[in-house]
């Protein structure tokens, strides 16, 4: 906050400094992911998303997100009002001010219990209503950004993340067991890296993890999960030779 509050021939330096310590790695790196905290007011998730070049939005299926996506334009005004005076001019070295929306990833979103392991897309009534309304109301975020070239358009949504997923929702990514959860962050790896013999170390006493039965729950999790975060990369790969 002393970057706002006290703007002086010391500090006004730190915005394009800290920009510039993150893009310095760009060339050693296809991509850099830099997941923010959730905080609307914070002053470094401001820095952040304006020294980024894309952005996505993750949400879960509760009124809390649908809540944050309708104030997504006021939250990006009152970070463009709060670093305005940072952003890079012909004779400033600042922020590039130049992130643009991607989409949205559902995050815990509540799979159809019937069907084959392979069926990883089918999801409950109640997940496929709320992304329905979540994805009208950041229709309206998009089309703020678009104004102020924050966005990429429908078409390039399309043509990188495939004709056969709504505009603006990349993915709905499952919500997988609670075994699950509580083994990966045990473990520290993420869902799709576990391996039964990781289950077995780290699952509770009285729980019995099997990832190898092909119909069982953990299985169709892992299933669905990786199929979503390979369509996520997948896309991000052809946005990235798109450039």
Not at 41 to 58: G, K, Q
Not at 188 to 195: I, R
Not at 205 to 224: A, F, H, L, M, P
Request: net charge positive; glycine share 4%.
């Amino acid at each position: 906050s002393i970057i706002t509050k006290n703007r002086n021939t010391f500090t006004e330096s730190i915005p394009f400094k800290f920009e510039s310590s993150i893009k310095k790695n760009k060339d050693r790196y296809d991509f850099i992911l830099i997941d923010t905290s959730p905080s609307a007011s914070s002053v470094v998730n401001a820095l952040i998303m304006m020294s980024t070049d894309y952005f996505i939005t993750p949400v879960s299926p509760s009124f809390f997100s649908l809540q944050a996506i309708d104030n997504l334009s006021s939250i990006f005004n009152n970070w463009i009002r709060l670093l305005g005076d940072y952003q890079t001019t012909q004779s400033f070295r600042g922020l590039s001010f130049q992130p643009k929306f991607l989409g949205l990833v559902v995050q815990m979103a509540k799979r159809f219990s019937g069907g084959s392991v392979q069926e990883t897309t089918s999801f409950s009534s109640s997940t496929e209503k709320w992304v329905d309304d979540v994805n009208r109301s950041v229709k309206r975020f998009h089309r703020f950004a678009m104004q102020r070239g924050m966005a990429i358009s429908e078409q390039e949504f399309n043509n990188f993340f495939g004709y056969d997923t709504t505009p603006f929702v990349i993915q709905k990514c499952c919500d997988f067991t609670p075994q699950l959860r509580s083994i990966a962050e045990k473990a520290s790896l993420p869902v799709v890296k576990l391996t039964q013999k990781i289950c077995n170390e780290y699952k509770d006493s009285n729980k019995k993890v099997d990832i190898t039965k092909e119909d069982g729950q953990y299985t169709r999790s892992i299933v669905s999960i990786t199929s979503s975060y390979n369509k996520i990369v997948d896309g991000l790969i052809k946005l990235e030779e798109s450039t």
